[in-house]
């Protein structure tokens, strides 16, 4: 099965034999408010819809993805072949091939990462909690320590940025401010007042290419905040859990993988 062309193909340089992709809500066979292509077992849809659509998704990779149980944490899993789905994490890495790296995400920020070798890749989800983690140390802090531990490659991993909720979307409290501006005084940038009090608007991709920064990657694609990258406005692609809860009770999950072969 062809990577349908519906889906998102990341545009960045991969070493050869590692692949990347984004899913969207076409090319499954979930029934609304889920069409179509739902990948999340824990949103009310039919299980032998889910079950079809992670087929899909395994036979267009030629690779088995591994489902985490993300909990909006900083845990970063290390998963081969034999790594059941559901295991508790909000990042996981691999040296295998054949086994893909998967984020799920319905307005959290997908991150994907792969050494300039291509030894071993890696995923994040990285919603605004596990972004601003504990004392500056998140998720992607936590996945690039992972990543890197042992390892003999020379350089700093590349960097994919998958949608998310937008910057003109995503109103925030003071306390997620709070969060990031107490360990980093210049990502207050990345917050845009509103008129109504201690409410923001926030840039998810910008706060994560801050983090980033930090650790001195300068290589990151992807989301730059533009509005086709929102899942919130783009609705006819992306599924959104702000846009779409209040309204069915649920909303689909979409995947980034990246994988080695």
Not at 10 to 19: I, K, M, Q, T
Not at 122 to 147: K, P
Not at 184 to 213: S, V
Request: proline content about 7%.
């Amino acid at each position: 099965m062809a990577i349908p062309t519906e889906w998102l193909v990341p545009d960045w340089p991969l070493p050869a034999g590692v692949h990347a992709l984004f899913t969207t809500r076409a090319g499954g066979t979930s029934v609304p408010p889920f069409e179509s292509f739902n990948l999340g077992d824990h949103v009310r849809d039919d299980p032998l819809s889910v079950d079809g659509n992670r087929r899909r998704l395994r036979d267009a990779m030629a690779a088995r993805p591994v489902f985490l149980s993300q909990v909006h944490g900083i845990g970063v899993a290390e998963i081969d072949g034999g790594t059941p789905d559901g295991t508790e994490a909000d990042a996981c890495l691999t040296t295998h091939t054949g086994v893909a790296c998967t984020a799920m995400v319905a307005d959290c920020l997908p991150v994907l990462w792969c050494l300039p070798d291509g030894s071993a890749v890696a995923a994040s989800h990285a919603g605004w909690r596990g972004l601003a983690g504990q004392d500056g140390h998140g998720v992607l802090e936590a996945t690039f320590r992972a990543l890197t531990a042992g390892s003999a490659t020379e350089g700093l991993p590349l960097v994919w940025l998958g949608p998310c909720i937008g910057p003109r979307a995503f109103e925030v409290g003071e306390e997620v401010r709070r969060a990031f501006v107490a360990v980093d005084a210049e990502a207050a940038r990345c917050f845009e007042p509103l008129p109504a009090h201690g409410k923001f608007l926030a840039d998810l991709p910008a706060l994560a290419r801050r983090r980033l920064a930090a650790m001195g990657i300068d290589r990151v694609f992807g989301n730059d905040g533009g509005i086709e990258w929102c899942t919130v406005t783009q609705s006819s692609r992306f599924f959104s859990h702000r846009r779409d809860a209040a309204r069915f009770g649920s909303t689909g999950r979409m995947a980034a993988c990246i994988w080695k072969t």
